[in-house]
């Protein structure tokens, strides 16, 4: 049943973004990309998840905004550990940790945590 709930929130999402697109709303794109990127990261598509989450950084750069950043960051992380590339993941989790320190949002510094367990597993204490 969650699969199918993923698929559920995946093909709602695309369907999100086809409402956006056209229109000056980059900031609620960027949700949309991230959130279709780690989607399709959980359902092990690595290549099409990275074009989203590179959509989704580049609508929070474009607007120059933290909110939502830290999270698209944090996907690139995970996306860039899985394939192998750790100075990279550690790029994206440090803008991501600097972005949800400043945020201060409980559940986005979880995520970041859980990228830097990770990234160092024997880092953690």
Not at 71 to 81: T, W
Not at 98 to 119: C, F
């Amino acid at each position: 049943q969650a699969v199918g709930q993923i698929d559920e929130a995946l093909e709602y999402y695309r369907k999100a973004l086809q409402c956006c697109e056209g229109e000056d709303i980059v900031s609620g794109m960027g949700v949309f990309y991230s959130n279709i990127g780690y989607i399709l990261y959980l359902q092990g598509e690595p290549a099409q998840a990275q074009v989203y989450i590179d959509k989704a950084n580049q609508c929070f750069s474009e607007l120059g905004t933290f909110w939502g950043q830290s999270k698209a960051r944090s996907y690139a992380a995970l996306l860039a550990i899985q394939r192998g590339n750790r100075a990279e993941a550690e790029e994206h989790l440090q803008v991501a940790k600097g972005l949800a320190l400043r945020g201060g949002n409980p559940a986005i510094l979880s995520l970041v945590e859980r990228v830097e367990e990770q990234l160092h597993p024997r880092e953690q204490s």
